[in-house]
């Protein structure tokens, strides 16, 4: 199966057509085709899954020869040796590096020993004669997305056979589902950064579909266009970053060559550098960092299921995906081995904190929790920026499974109360919807990271990794934002929770608990909530025998095209007194909020009484006035007084000289006619009425007396023209 | 190599002049049979359309960069003009969008024949366009070029001016004005070129030849010169910034088949013109003109798009996304490289597919609400859903999103400005590259909003009881082919770069060498 792991996209896509085609028919409405699909697919991915397992723990045996496994084309990863080779020399260098680069081994370490991961290519189209291919790239990270993307999709569906039941386009939403899990399962195992490119605008465009599900409401379409909008500012970046990098390493789209080069110095830093740069902004766009997160709390207008999976558990970590998966290239672009800051961890280190303070001001339960995957978002890319790859994508592994969780209660919560409006719908819900507010509780807490939680684990390796890595004085700064960060986590998920299920109910009517098809993806995700950071045991715990660290095992790459073989590559190390200080941090946050919410405690109304504290409300409440600047700034000033500019040069300035130029013509033409014969013309315009006599009587109205001037300027134009040529010349 | 001797001789001819025949037959049936006029256009340009296919399936496409289905014979000998037709790598893709717009166009004119009516002289007139520019696609010799060339400008003339709205006589008088003036610059070159270089050919590859001989002493200043009067003649018609204010004119007026054809085919002969002639012909003023060509490309992308926000008409707005798109295809034949070479045929193509489409719709909103007016529509999700996602699949199209055929005109020729051509200057084209890209942004706003406007939400109170059609059995039949070859491209980006690419390379590996000089 490893090997034709590229059918697993393909399922979904078939029945994105199915659906589109003949949904409307079933009896269900297709979503019949879109459940079995997915469920088809994540049959396959877990078995994908376990022979990723058995490849992996037999790499030894074949001890990352690739020379030897070359032999059965799948299973290795030879570098591309018919790279076309020019007579500059700089191609011949590039391929001896390939090749030598990839018979570097560090053998006398046993955890580095390089697996080849699965690909397959297929030639996608010819250009300047080379193939530019397409292509199948199954390692660590590919399969444990394939795993989560399946699995959430897969619940993600079952749960919307029941939340959008009804809908007037059920069968719409069904098929662009489908779509969507097509497009994302491309991404994670595209093999070229070219695809990469094809299936990240592909999920843009679902997301956009699928947030302007309702859309005959303007603020819906007006959130689903912004969400498109400012994810193409940022593919800006995609389209130079790749751009960059095919030219950098001697025209290749393939991410393993890339990877190869850039890890191995086959690559400029200057470029390395450039394209990283160029890379993170489309990762701020589709992973909503700061500044370009703004689309994504938005995006909240679309139905709730596709928050969860688009918006929580999967579109949204692809900027995460995409770093990890060209490594090598921000590894060494910003030395992230070497450096005590770059600009991925600040990137990472203000969303973190951002996203959280944004979520304290919150009324709308899907809000909070938006802010809080900007948040968490930050953390991933924080990790990645300091160096901990293991940390950044078990903490995406977690948190899809614990937000996940989040997003779909919260609407179980609003298909009950039917509002998301915490503070005016909702509160004492604990009592009509048991289920759901124990999952909500195991969800919240693994996201506030209490031991023995998956967000825990998840969480403390981001933090472990910050305190640990990189160059002279750590990125010790990090692991303070990580720790202010989780206190922050931990209050206004408290927050969020004592507005919703505790307290007096304040909405209308009895609230009842969802049926089963609601209720059943949250059990499983609130399961997975509280046990999935068992992937990944630190060896510092005694007595889990061979668990320990099985998600880095397994997951992180490791070879040539992975910049674990070098020097300043290292793993963080489970560290207690982090954990310690964390789990301090996190339960007295609660404790604080606790007695704020419950005991109506502490600085009640201090924003009435202080100015400084009222002045921060502003400013959290009006989201640190991003929005304005870009809504009312840059995009009304784009589409109102410049845009206006242009049309209005076009019409008074450039047509200007034209008319202009045509008076003048006319004028010209009539004293250039005088001493022209008259029967020369008058056989032109005989000529063009005779030919359009089908035309009738009209055409000829109207042209007679026009193409006179024609024949005068073409004339004119000609004479003087011949006249430059003749003298200049 | 082609195996039919008769397709050989007469394939080409054939394929370019039974349009014309269709057009004479019909002067012979009276006015009053429309449905014969009909069916007379169709199968006339359905059975070009036949000698097309059965060409591109004889065509060997293993050596498509040599002329193929060459005939040559006299013409005219006095000033040694030849009749030179034949196809290429370049040519194909061009022929192909040619032979399957213009006979979707005439089964969409079925229902929707604009007024005054007159289905003769209109499908005439359609006909006689249709031989035009597919002899502009398969003309090499210069004269014949030009011929056809200017064959193309009189029918339209009269489609704007005839059939067109309100402003018809100002529009079609502005575009056959303009039109003709870049043609007689173009005229001018084509003489003196004939004249620098003896006087003994106007076949292109002739004069590519002697010009690259370095026979004939030609000061490059003589080149940049000749290269300018071809540039007026092409860029006029492509549009590039700033002559390109003939266009908005000329579509809104235009009836919606003049608008789709003059969007799909007419605009590709001022960018076919500089990849067919002027590039082959003078690499090393290209070369020199160049940076000029990219600058203006890149204004006219950002301005077009900026134009667009500022529009309140559905039909003019698409026109003048026109001017940003050309802008892409011309950026991309400035890099003059391999990758953007190819990257402008496919632009062309897809743009002549994606506009075309665009301007068929557009053209069916109007039929149905009788306006444009951005700001009165809205709600045509509600109204003719089918209608509406046509529309938003045509518009995600339109702004370049990968998967459909407008990515493969627009990505390869950002990608190739990173890395122009020899003598190029690199830091001034990835200062066009960035911009470029900026312009992807843009052309997302302006489309989102015009779809946001028009398709979302609900029907202004004006057309709340208006009864809308949704799409109906001429337009499925016109627009299905379009549909489907826009996803296709879009996935199969080999189709057009797999047949341009071979020509393409040689293209530029002669502009490189002259460049080397």
């Not at chain 1, 709390?297 to 928050?307: I, K, R």
């Not at chain 1, 000289?657 to 009539?670: D, E, P, Y």
């Not at chain 2, 009909?38 to 498509?64: R, T």
Request: net charge negative; hydrophobic share 50%.
């Amino acid at each position: 199966m490893l090997e034709n792991a590229w059918i697993i996209p393909l399922i979904p896509a078939a029945s994105f057509l199915l659906i589109l085609f003949f949904g409307k028919r079933l009896p269900r409405k297709g979503s019949e085709i879109g459940v079995a699909a997915v469920g088809l697919a994540f049959v396959l991915a877990l078995v994908v899954n376990v022979q990723w397992f058995h490849h992996v723990d037999n790499a030894g045996e074949r001890s990352g020869h690739s020379e030897e496994a070359t032999d059965d084309g799948w299973f290795a990863y030879a570098p591309n040796t018919n790279v076309a080779v020019t007579s500059d020399g700089h191609e011949l260098t590039r391929a001896e590096l390939l090749e030598l680069t990839n018979k570097v081994e560090p053998a006398s370490e046993g955890e580095h020993e390089s697996v080849a991961p699965v690909t397959k290519d297929w030639t996608w189209f010819e250009n300047g004669d080379k193939d530019i291919n397409i292509g199948m790239l199954i390692d660590g990270p590919a399969v444990m997305m394939l795993f989560v993307v399946t699995l959430v999709s897969l619940l993600v569906h079952v749960y919307s056979t029941d939340y959008v039941a009804g809908d007037p386009r059920y069968t719409h939403f069904f098929a662009f589902l489908s779509l969507f899990t097509a497009s994302m399962l491309g991404l994670i195992m595209a093999k070229s950064t070219l695809q990469l490119i094809v299936m990240w605008e592909l999920v843009g465009v679902c997301s956009f579909v699928l947030i302007g599900h309702w859309w005959e409401e303007k603020p819906n379409s007006d959130a689903a266009v912004k969400a498109f909008i400012t994810n193409r500012v940022g593919d800006i970046g995609l389209l130079c970053g790749v751009t960059i990098l095919y030219w950098s390493a001697g025209q290749t789209f393939d991410i393993l060559e890339i990877n190869t080069l850039a890890v191995n110095g086959g690559i400029s830093s200057t470029a390395l550098t450039v394209a990283a740069f160029a890379l993170l902004a489309a990762v701020m766009s589709k992973s909503g960092q700061f500044i370009l997160h703004t689309w994504l709390p938005d995006a909240m207008a679309g139905p709730t299921p596709v928050s969860a999976l688009i918006h929580a558990a999967t579109m949204v970590v692809a900027g995460i995906f995409m770093v990890g998966r060209l490594y090598g290239v921000f590894f060494q672009g910003f030395d992230i081995g070497i450096s005590t800051v770059n600009a991925l961890a600040i990137v990472g280190g203000i969303t973190v904190l951002g996203g959280a303070g944004l979520a304290f001001v919150q009324n709308d339960i899907k809000k909070v929790l938006a802010y809080s995957t900007v948040s968490q978002l930050g953390y991933m890319v924080m990790a990645l920026g300091v160096g901990a790859w293991t940390a950044a994508f078990f903490h995406l592994f977690t948190h899809a499974f614990f937000k996940a969780c989040l997003f779909l209660g919260s609407g179980s919560v609003s298909h009950a109360v039917h509002s998301f409006d915490m503070k005016k719908d909702m509160g004492g819900l604990k009592k009509w919807m048991p289920q759901t507010f124990w999952t909500f509780m195991i969800a919240t807490a693994a996201l506030i990271g209490i031991i023995p939680l998956a967000g825990f684990w998840s969480k403390d390796e981001i933090l472990a990794g910050a305190s640990q890595l990189g160059g002279d004085g750590n990125y010790t700064i990090f692991m303070v934002v990580g720790l202010i960060g989780a206190f922050m986590t931990a209050a206004y998920m408290t927050r969020c929770v004592y507005l919703t299920f505790f307290g007096e109910y304040r909405g209308h009517g009895h609230p009842h608990e969802s049926g089963p098809r609601i209720t059943v993806p949250l059990w499983i995700l609130a399961g997975l909530a509280l046990i999935a950071g068992a992937a990944n045991i630190p060896a510092w715990f005694p007595g889990q025998g061979s668990w320990e660290l099985r998600f880095e095992h397994f997951y992180e790459p490791k070879g040539a095209y992975f910049p674990s073989a070098l020097a300043s590559f290292e793993v963080p190390e489970f560290d207690p007194k982090i954990a310690i200080i964390s789990t301090i941090i996190g339960l007295s946050s609660i404790g604080l909020a606790y007695l704020y919410y419950w005991k109506d405690r502490g600085p009640h109304g201090a924003t009435e009484r202080y100015r400084i504290a009222n002045a921060g409300y502003t400013v959290l409440a009006n989201k640190y006035y991003f929005d304005r600047l870009y809504t009312d700034g840059i995009v009304a000033g784009v589409k109102g007084p410049v845009a206006r500019a242009a049309y209005w040069i076009n019409q008074n300035v450039l047509d200007g000289v034209v008319n202009g130029a045509a008076t003048v013509a006319a004028a010209t033409g009539r004293f250039v006619y005088n001493r022209i014969d008259q029967g020369v013309v008058d056989t032109i315009v005989d000529g063009s009425g005779s030919a359009a006599e089908g035309g009738g009587q009209v055409l000829r109205q109207l042209t007679s007396g026009k193409v006179q001037q024609y024949g005068a300027l073409l004339f004119g134009a000609t004479a003087i023209f011949a006249g430059v040529l003749i003298f200049v010349v | 190599m082609n195996n039919n001797q008769f397709l050989t001789d007469w394939g080409l001819t054939l394929m370019v002049f039974l349009p014309l025949a269709g057009a004479l037959v019909m002067l012979l049936v009276p006015k009053e049979e429309e449905a014969a006029h009909k069916w007379i256009a169709l199968l006339a340009s359905l059975a070009s359309a036949a000698f097309g296919i059965a060409i591109f399936a004889d065509f060997d496409y293993d050596n498509s960069k040599s002329l193929q289905f060459v005939v040559d014979k006299r013409w005219i000998d006095v000033i040694h003009s030849r009749y030179l037709i034949g196809v290429d790598g370049l040519s194909l893709p061009l022929l192909a969008l040619t032979l399957l717009v213009v006979p979707l166009c005439i089964i969409y004119s079925w229902n929707h024949l604009p007024e005054p009516r007159n289905a003769k002289a209109f499908l005439m007139l359609i006909l006689v366009l249709h031989t035009g520019m597919l002899g502009t696609f398969v003309a090499q010799d210069l004269i014949l070029f030009f011929v056809f060339f200017e064959v193309v400008l009189l029918p339209m003339y009269f489609l704007i001016g005839v059939w067109g709205g309100e402003q018809r006589q100002y529009a079609s008088l502005k575009f056959f004005l303009y039109t003709l003036f870049g043609s007689a610059l173009m005229i001018v070159s084509f003489l003196a070129l004939f004249f620098v270089t003896g006087g003994e050919t106007f076949s292109i590859a002739g004069l590519a030849e002697r010009v690259a001989s370095g026979d004939y002493d030609i000061s490059h200043t003589t080149m940049l010169l000749i290269f300018g009067g071809m540039f007026m003649g092409f860029a006029i018609k492509v549009p590039m910034f700033p002559f390109h204010t003939w266009l908005p004119d000329a579509h809104t007026q235009a009836p919606t088949v003049g608008s789709v054809i003059l969007a799909a085919i007419l605009l590709k002969l001022g960018t076919y013109g500089f990849v067919r002639v002027a590039l082959p012909i003078l690499p090393e003023a290209a070369v020199s003109w160049a940076p000029w060509i990219g600058g203006l490309a890149v204004v006219g992308i950002i301005y077009g798009a900026l134009a667009c926000l500022a529009q309140t008409d559905m039909k003019r707005l698409i026109a003048f996304s026109s001017v940003a798109h050309m802008g892409f295809t011309m950026l991309a034949i400035a890099t003059l490289t391999d990758f953007g070479l190819n990257a402008a045929v496919f632009g062309m193509v897809a743009h002549g597919l994606i506009t075309g489409m665009l301007f068929f719709i557009a053209g069916s909103v109007k039929d149905r609400y009788h306006t444009l007016e951005i700001r009165r529509l809205g709600g045509l999700l509600v109204k003719a859903p089918r209608l509406g996602w046509i529309f938003g699949f045509t518009a995600m199209a339109s702004l370049g999103l990968p998967g459909l055929a407008g990515f493969w005109g627009e990505f390869p020729a950002i990608l190739s400005t990173y890395e122009p051509g020899a003598g190029l200057s690199e830091v001034l084209f990835r200062t066009y590259m960035v911009l470029a890209a900026l312009g992807t942004v843009l052309a997302a706003g302006y489309l989102l909003w015009l779809f946001q406007r028009t398709a979302f939400g609900t029907p202004t109170a004006e057309f709340a009881d208006t009864d809308v059609p949704d799409v109906q059995l001429p337009e499925w039949i016109a627009w299905t082919p379009m549909l489907l070859l826009i996803a296709v491209l879009g996935f199969f980006p080999n189709l057009v770069f797999g047949v341009t690419d071979d020509h393409m390379t040689s293209v530029a590996q002669s502009i490189a060498a002259a460049a080397g000089h």
